[in-house]
């Protein structure tokens, strides 16, 4: 199905593959003219629709598209995305997209996360004062808590690493809640 996200998402393979069709967040996909509809409300007008949620394309078929119905699909510029095991890739906010994958199996993970609504450059100093280095990752994705599990709505946390002193040693540093979440980084 032809949709878009709210959130930023990155997406990796670990087996099989994915190919993506990408549409930039300008295109006017998400009008009744090139088939985008809103679920529940298309339910109450038509019953094929009765166990579907949210916005998208859904007056379209991606594999076979009636260019005559919906004309406008042919004037969208797009991108085509193939991944395989070992290729992560990240998807911004509001990117339309459809995605397919091989017969056999695709074994993927992704993480959707919210921006901040402002760039905060005070925790960045804050990290390089503890003796971060910015231009090196600071976490992995196992080491956060999404702030989703089991229905909570807490903010995301993330276990930094050591800081390096200016020798490149770990240096001790204090674990407390001031940890920055990824919005604030």
Request: hydrophobic letters at 30%; glycine letters at 8%.
């Amino acid at each position: 199905v032809i949709h878009n996200d709210g959130q930023q998402n990155f997406h990796c393979i670990f087996d099989g593959g994915k190919d993506w069709v990408l549409w930039e967040p300008t295109a006017p996909i998400g009008t009744r003219e090139l088939g985008w509809i809103n679920g529940e409300e298309e339910a109450k007008r038509d019953p094929k629709f009765k166990d579907t949620y949210g916005t998208f394309a859904g007056l379209v078929d991606p594999d076979n598209m009636d260019t005559e119905k919906f004309p406008g699909w042919e004037e969208l510029r797009w991108w085509r995305l193939h991944m395989e095991a070992g290729d992560c890739a990240y998807l911004p906010p509001k990117w339309y997209h459809f995605v397919e994958s091989p017969p056999h199996r695709s074994v993927t993970v992704h993480v959707w996360f919210d921006a901040a609504a402002k760039f905060d450059q005070k925790s960045c100093e804050a990290l390089e004062a503890d003796g971060y280095t910015l231009s090196d990752y600071l976490y992995r994705i196992g080491d956060c808590s999404w702030g989703h599990e089991q229905g909570s709505r807490k903010a995301t946390k993330c276990r930094l690493k050591e800081p390096l002193s200016p020798e490149g040693v770990p240096r001790k540093t204090k674990t407390s809640a001031a940890t920055p979440t990824s919005a604030e980084l």
